[in-house]
């Protein structure tokens, strides 16, 4: 069965400092990866995927993510933190074959000016 | 093109009741799934529909329950409910059942029991 680990459940960065959000993953086969984040009173919206076409995906809002099959990692980064991005963010991971999305307990970003 | 929305956004219930939640995808999208967010168990798989049949469920009891319209409209009942079913339910939905495919989820319906 997969599973997702999110390292820190609550992450702090000055405005301007660079964002790093962990995820490592556990799959015994080649995993569909997901970043979303998360507004408060919202629901979910992506960030980013990984479907095995490049290692290193761009998503929206500057975020990007790299996919490391050796340290079964997805970490989540973004060179320059804006307090817009002050949200929870949530990696999930899913295999072929018609199965559900599971997520990490989501990391909370706070950014501070 | 218009997203995922969720009806009601919030309701409160007590215990023992029913409660009955709706969910309608983004117009083409054919595969919705449902779920639970909750501070201590985080986001957890209830179940998916795909024309109208549920493929994929969770591991939840059977007081959880959902039905998926010819129109792709969905909606989840639960039964007898527990203080413990107090959560945000979150509707998504997808072009087709594929794994890869992006789910796209709604606002989401805030149900309190007391």
């Known amino acids: 069965a997969q599973s997702v680990t999110q390292l820190g459940s609550h992450v702090s960065v000055s405005e301007g400092a660079l964002v790093l959000l962990r995820c490592n993953y556990s799959?015994?086969?080649?995993?569909?990866l997901f970043w979303y984040v998360q507004y408060p009173n919202q629901g979910l919206q992506l960030l980013l995927k990984?479907?095995?076409?490049?290692?290193l995906v761009k998503g929206i809002n500057g975020f990007e993510a790299e996919f490391k099959k050796s340290e079964t990692s997805f970490h989540l980064t973004k060179p320059s933190a804006h307090m817009s991005d002050a949200a929870e963010y949530f990696c999930?991971?899913?295999?072929?074959?018609?199965?559900?999305?599971?997520f990490g307990k989501g990391t909370r970003l706070s950014v501070i000016a | 093109k218009a997203g995922v929305t969720q009806t009601p956004r919030y309701l409160i219930k007590t215990r023992g009741q029913q409660v009955t939640l709706s969910c309608s995808p983004i117009?083409?999208?054919?595969?919705v799934s449902w779920y639970q967010q909750t501070p201590g168990q985080g986001l957890q798989f209830l179940f998916e529909?795909?024309?109208?049949?549920?493929?994929n469920k969770g591991n939840f009891p059977g007081r959880f329950s959902g039905r998926q319209f010819s129109n792709s409209r969905s909606e989840m009942n639960v039964s007898t409910l527990e203080l413990g079913d107090s959560a945000l339910y979150l509707c998504?939905?997808?072009?087709?059942?594929?794994?890869?495919?992006?789910?796209?989820f709604g606002p989401g319906t805030r149900l309190l029991v007391l």
């Open positions: 998504a939905s997808s072009i087709s059942q594929g794994s890869e495919e992006t789910q796209y």
């Open positions: 799959s015994s086969v080649p995993p569909y």
């Open positions: 990984y479907t095995s076409a490049a290692t």
């Open positions: 999930a991971v899913t295999i072929s074959g018609n199965t559900p999305l599971v």
């Open positions: 117009s083409g999208h054919r595969s």
């Open positions: 529909y795909f024309s109208e049949t549920q493929r």
